[in-house]
């Protein structure tokens, strides 16, 4: 697996776009950048991922630079409920059990009033 | 409807004690993890099973025996439980085989496990 580098804490208004940074510069050609996120208490959550083109759904943007060395996670306008911790994690799609996915220690998002 | 389902939420047992931890998923998955989440809030992963068939065994203790009755659910069974072993085991699965894999974990919503 590619290792992963993010910065352990952001804060971010409340209503404001959060990004989230992170570092993939040892990536695969054919690993794929995921992200999940961990509320309190709560299991981790799938939040989007992608190969190198940017991604969009309901939740979130993923922006994946062309050298595909580091992406940025975004939440157009975090709310409170955003709170949690962030994972950014690489592994090759459709690899299920046979590749062990390494959650790092994340970045802890804290949203603001 | 919950998709990965953990029983139970809460455990405390003494050192010593065999204590299991059930998982079930309704998503139709055909791989299914446990996952260890310590102090720290590291998590590690620990077994993978596909299709009933173990495929990732980490470094475990062997006091740790997962199993798997059918693709729907793997249990976790622990023997002569340790101090260390407190922690929140997280349970998850994945589609990997056929057209429609997404490879995306689902995961339940964790069994504290506290041993005294």
């Known amino acids: 697996d590619a290792k992963t580098t993010q910065p352990t804490s952001m804060d971010c208004a409340e209503g404001r776009a959060a990004n989230l940074p992170c570092n993939h510069s040892?990536?695969?050609?054919?690993?794929?950048v995921y992200w999940y996120r961990q509320i309190h208490s709560q299991g981790p959550q799938y939040i989007i991922h992608?190969?190198?083109n940017n991604e969009t759904n309901e939740m979130a943007s993923l922006i994946i630079t062309e050298d595909r060395k580091s992406s940025t996670l975004i939440l157009p306008h975090a709310t409170l409920r955003d709170t949690a911790v962030y994972y950014c994690?690489?592994?090759?799609?459709?690899?299920?059990?046979?590749?062990?996915?390494?959650f790092g220690i994340g970045t802890k998002l804290q949203v603001i009033p | 409807d919950t998709a990965v389902s953990q029983t139970p939420k809460y455990l405390v047992t003494q050192m010593g004690n065999d204590k299991s931890i059930k998982c079930e998923q309704n998503l139709g998955h055909d791989t299914m993890y446990w996952y260890k989440q310590d102090s720290k809030k590291f998590l590690k992963i620990m077994f993978s099973y596909n299709n009933k068939e173990l495929i990732i065994n980490e470094t475990v203790p062997n006091r740790f025996s997962p199993k798997s009755p059918d693709k729907a659910h793997l249990n976790l069974h622990i023997n002569s439980l340790e101090l260390g072993d407190s922690a929140v085991y997280f349970c998850?699965?994945?589609?990997?085989?056929?057209?429609?894999?997404?490879?995306?974990?689902?995961f339940g919503p964790g069994t504290r496990l506290t041993v005294l």
């Open positions: 998850a699965s994945s589609l990997v085989g056929g057209s429609k894999y997404t490879d995306t974990q689902y």
């Open positions: 992608g190969l190198k």
């Open positions: 994690i690489v592994r090759v799609e459709g690899s299920g059990g046979y590749q062990k996915v390494t």
């Open positions: 040892t990536i695969s050609g054919n690993e794929y």
